[in-house]
């Protein structure tokens, strides 16, 4: 466990937030990022006097009295040096309120007592400020473990088959053990998170994961931790959600340093407090850390946002080339069709081939007539034709003197046209050659009544 501000601690994160607050005491500028290890105990500057507020998220209570001559030579050192007793002293007061200010340097008050060092943790420190967190979602009995690698994330995922061995053996090689890697995500300074958890299989079958905090005290034993540093395991920490007393606890205690009123007012401000949990950043350090960790998630997100653009791309080309495909498909249907009508119309002529017109198709004669007679009406459809042809041959003659511009004809409409037109050939030669032989009858009829004619003149006479 670790606590934040300390300069070798860092939290893990999944998602940032900014929160600009400005108060009487500094400026508190939030980065948000999502941690899972919160330990604080809290000292209270109120009314010129220093009391004393142990606490922390599982309960730990701190040592009263050992607390209490810390922050009694810290007062001393402020208010009331006695290292030179002389007006010297006033000046070495004042050069240690800077340095409690500033949260760096020791603080000399005495000679025969060692000087206070201040940190950046000490109440008078002013550069702090309030960011938030995301509250773990994740249950006990999920098992998830944070572990921090000191390594880059290309090289852990290259190794994490490897990595997942030596966890095993680690955890002391069990056959009914299997370690589980949930995800893995880079962090700054070129380090790696792995998330893992463990699924025991029972004799009769069954199988279920190992609760976080088991798996986390194992982890965390000392044997057991040396070997994960030997792995280049820097940290470890449950993912496991606040129970409700846990988080009550975290919200009416400000963490060490932080001015009660700043941090009421941070809950005010909570944006999304079902959520978000306000946490401390002290000095510039955990500052540089979150900026960190902001600029990480954003070149993720924007990894993430190319990938979702690209996929786009991908389906806007795909759909184009469906669409074309359609369309072609849509004119060999239609052209098929039209080749099925032929091939059924030659086939009903050739069946219906010397019967007698059908009711039905009587009907349907009729139906066609009407159709025709509606069509060929000079106030209708035949009206609005020759308008549109008369449009058409006025584009026409206009188009002509642009010679840059064609007009195409589409092949199906052609082929129609030319179909209709062979018909109608067809149809005209038809009736020219039954003319023809109906002509040649009427002579052979006219030659056989003239010569009946003379045969009978003959008779007579």
């Known amino acids: 466990m670790t606590r934040y501000g300390e300069s070798d601690s860092f939290s893990f994160s999944s998602s940032t937030y900014a929160h600009v607050q400005l108060s009487k005491r500094g400026v508190c500028v939030?980065?948000?990022?999502?941690?899972?290890?919160?330990?604080?105990?809290?000292?209270?500057?109120?009314?010129?006097?220093?009391?004393?507020?142990?606490?922390?998220?599982?309960?730990?209570?701190?040592?009263?009295?050992?607390?209490?001559?810390?922050?009694?030579?810290?007062?001393?050192?402020?208010?009331?040096?006695?290292?030179?007793?002389?007006?010297?002293?006033?000046?070495?007061?004042?050069?240690?309120?800077?340095q409690a200010f500033w949260g760096t340097g020791k603080g000399y008050f005495n000679n025969s007592i060692p000087p206070v060092d201040f940190t950046q943790e000490n109440p008078f420190c002013r550069f702090k400020a309030v960011g938030y967190s995301c509250i773990p979602s994740s249950k006990d009995e999920d098992g998830l473990v944070a572990l921090a690698l000191n390594k880059k994330e290309a090289d852990v995922r290259s190794q994490q088959q490897h990595l997942v061995e030596s966890l095993h053996k680690v955890l002391g090689g069990n056959p009914t053990l299997t370690v589980n890697v949930e995800g893995v995500k880079a962090l700054p300074d070129d380090q790696t998170e792995v998330i893992i958890y463990v699924v025991e299989r029972s004799p009769n079958g069954t199988s279920k994961r190992v609760p976080a905090t088991t798996l986390f005290n194992y982890v965390e034993q000392t044997n057991v931790k040396g070997q994960l540093q030997q792995l280049g395991v820097t940290m470890s920490v449950t993912r496991t959600s606040?129970?409700?007393?846990?988080?009550?606890?975290?919200?009416?205690?400000?963490?060490?340093?932080?001015?009660?009123?700043?941090?009421?007012?941070?809950?005010?401000?909570?944006?999304?407090?079902?959520?978000?949990?306000?946490?401390?950043?002290?000095?510039?350090?955990?500052?540089?850390?979150?900026?960190?960790?902001?600029?990480?998630?954003?070149?993720?997100?924007?990894?993430?946002?190319?990938?979702?653009?690209?996929?786009?791309?991908?389906?806007?080309?795909?759909?184009?080339?469906?669409?074309a495909k359609i369309a072609q498909y849509k004119r060999k249907l239609m052209d098929l069709s039209h080749r099925v009508l032929q091939v059924l119309i030659r086939q009903e002529i050739q069946r219906k081939s010397g019967y007698a017109i059908q009711v039905d198709e009587e009907h349907l004669r009729v139906q066609l007539d009407m159709i025709q007679s509606e069509l060929n009406a000079p106030t209708q459809f035949k009206g609005r034709l020759n308008e549109l042809m008369s449009q058409i041959r006025m584009q026409n003659h206009y188009g002509a003197v642009r010679a840059e511009e064609k007009y195409i004809v589409d092949t199906d409409l052609l082929r129609e046209i030319k179909q209709h037109l062979k018909q109608q050939q067809e149809g005209l030669s038809h009736l020219i050659s039954v003319i023809k032989d109906d002509m040649e009858d009427i002579k052979i009829i006219e030659q056989g009544l003239h010569d009946s004619v003379h045969v009978r003149a003959g008779k007579l006479s």
């Open 30 to 98: 939030g980065l948000v990022c999502l941690s899972y290890s919160l330990l604080y105990t809290t000292v209270i500057n109120t009314n010129n006097s220093l009391c004393l507020l142990a606490g922390g998220l599982f309960g730990q209570q701190a040592q009263a009295p050992a607390q209490s001559n810390q922050l009694i030579n810290t007062a001393s050192a402020l208010s009331a040096p006695t290292l030179l007793n002389d007006e010297r002293d006033a000046i070495l007061a004042k050069w240690n309120q800077l």
């Open 242 to 323: 606040l129970s409700p007393a846990q988080l009550k606890q975290l919200l009416q205690n400000p963490p060490a340093g932080v001015d009660p009123i700043i941090w009421e007012q941070a809950k005010v401000d909570n944006p999304e407090p079902e959520r978000l949990i306000p946490v401390p950043m002290v000095g510039f350090k955990e500052l540089l850390r979150r900026l960190k960790i902001q600029e990480q998630m954003t070149k993720q997100h924007q990894t993430r946002l190319d990938i979702i653009s690209n996929d786009i791309s991908e389906l806007q080309k795909n759909q184009a080339t469906t669409v």
